[in-house]
Every structure is written in structure tokens, then in C-alpha cells.
């Protein structure tokens, strides 16, 4: 009897992949961390090989989401070494976002990068990287006023930035 691997299309896995990362984030929501990390690298494994086999902005995207979400998980537990993983996961968001708004930032993009940058600087506890992400969604909310999104975006992102200078002069 003969066993092959099934030769799935791009498409299949990232279906695949897609599950895995709402699986993730379900499990971040529910504060099953763990659970939430194995998820979010089996949707790593996945996307990380299809993007080095074709360029796409909407792989790219999830890609960025995925290692964001990673990074949220990093920080959610009072762990050091999860923090600094949690640091390199930021970081690898925001070279893909910033690339993203380079090659045609939509509002989306803009977005997105903004969040990384939120990310990294609550994993590195850097006023400025957060400030960047405020501005950022002060420019959308602008832009896009009936959006409530990026108000309630500016208004956690000034509640955030208010927590980390507590931190930073206690």
C-alpha cells in the first residue's frame, strides 16, 4: 500500500491557514495562551512558506496579523522571555506594514501599521512608537469621520499611552 502527502493549493492552505488564526485569536480572547500560540504558529507555518512563493499583499497582510497577534499573546503573560519573543514578533509586523504603506497605503494599511507600531511599543515600552500609532489614527479619524473604529482606536490608543508614561515615571 502506497501513502502520498496530498499537494494542496495555495488556496487550500490558506483556508488552512486562516483557521488556524481565528482558532488563535479565539483562544487569546479566552485566555487559553497557550493553546492560542500553538495555533497561531500552525498558521505561521503556513503562511511563512506561501509568501516566499508569491508575492501578495493579502498574504502579506495576514502574515502581518498573524505575527501581531503573537505579539499580543507575548504580552499578555508576565513572562520575560515571551515579552522579547513578543518584541521580535512586533517588529516583524512593522516591516511588513510599513512595506504594505510604502507600496499604496489604503486606510487599511495605515491601520494595520499603526497597530504594529502599538504593539512595539507597549513590548519595548517606547512612548514614541506609541505616539506614531496615535498620530497615525488621529489622521484616519480625521479622514474617515464616520468611522467609528479609529475614534475608539484614538481613544484606547490615549488611555494606553497615559498607562505606559505611568509605568515609565514610577
Given at each position: 500500500?502506497?501513502?502520498?502527502?496530498?499537494?494542496?493549493?495555495?488556496?487550500?492552505?490558506?483556508?488552512?491557514?486562516?483557521?488556524?488564526?481565528?482558532?488563535?485569536?479565539?483562544?487569546?480572547?479566552?485566555?487559553?495562551?497557550?493553546?492560542?500560540?500553538?495555533?497561531?504558529?500552525?498558521?505561521?507555518?503556513?503562511?511563512?512558506?506561501?509568501?516566499?512563493?508569491?508575492?501578495?499583499?493579502?498574504?502579506?497582510?495576514?502574515?502581518?496579523?498573524?505575527?501581531?497577534?503573537?505579539?499580543?499573546?507575548?504580552?499578555?503573560?508576565?513572562?520575560?522571555?515571551?515579552?522579547?519573543?513578543?518584541?521580535?514578533?512586533?517588529?516583524?509586523?512593522?516591516?511588513?506594514?510599513?512595506?504594505?504603506?510604502?507600496?499604496?497605503?489604503?486606510?487599511?494599511?495605515y491601520d494595520a501599521l499603526a497597530t504594529s507600531y502599538s504593539n512595539l511599543g507597549a513590548a519595548t515600552m517606547?512612548?514614541?512608537?506609541?505616539?506614531?500609532?496615535?498620530?497615525?489614527?488621529?489622521?484616519?479619524?480625521?479622514?474617515?469621520?464616520?468611522?467609528?473604529?479609529?475614534?475608539?482606536?484614538?481613544?484606547?490608543?490615549?488611555?494606553?499611552?497615559?498607562?505606559?508614561?505611568?509605568?515609565?515615571?514610577?
Amino acid at each position: 500500500m502506497f501513502f502520498w502527502k496530498r499537494n494542496e493549493s495555495p488556496e487550500a492552505k490558506l483556508k488552512k491557514a486562516d483557521e488556524h488564526y481565528k482558532g488563535g485569536v479565539a483562544f487569546l480572547q479566552t485566555g487559553q495562551f497557550e493553546k492560542a500560540e500553538k495555533e497561531l504558529r500552525n498558521c505561521l507555518s503556513i503562511l511563512e512558506p506561501l509568501t516566499q512563493q508569491q508575492e501578495s499583499r493579502t498574504l502579506q497582510r495576514k502574515l502581518s496579523q498573524t505575527y501581531s497577534m503573537l505579539c499580543v499573546r507575548g504580552l499578555a503573560v508576565a513572562d520575560e522571555m515571551k515579552r522579547s519573543e513578543a518584541v521580535e514578533w512586533a517588529k516583524k509586523a512593522v516591516a511588513i506594514d510599513e512595506k504594505l504603506v510604502e507600496q499604496g497605503g489604503t486606510a487599511d494599511a495605515y491601520d494595520a501599521l499603526a497597530t504594529s507600531y502599538s504593539n512595539l511599543g507597549a513590548a519595548t515600552m517606547n512612548i514614541e512608537l506609541c505616539d506614531k500609532a496615535l498620530q497615525i489614527w488621529m489622521k484616519l479619524k480625521e479622514q474617515y469621520p464616520n468611522n467609528p473604529l479609529y475614534a475608539k482606536r484614538v481613544e484606547d490608543q490615549q488611555y494606553n499611552n497615559r498607562q505606559l508614561l505611568l509605568k515609565l515615571f514610577n
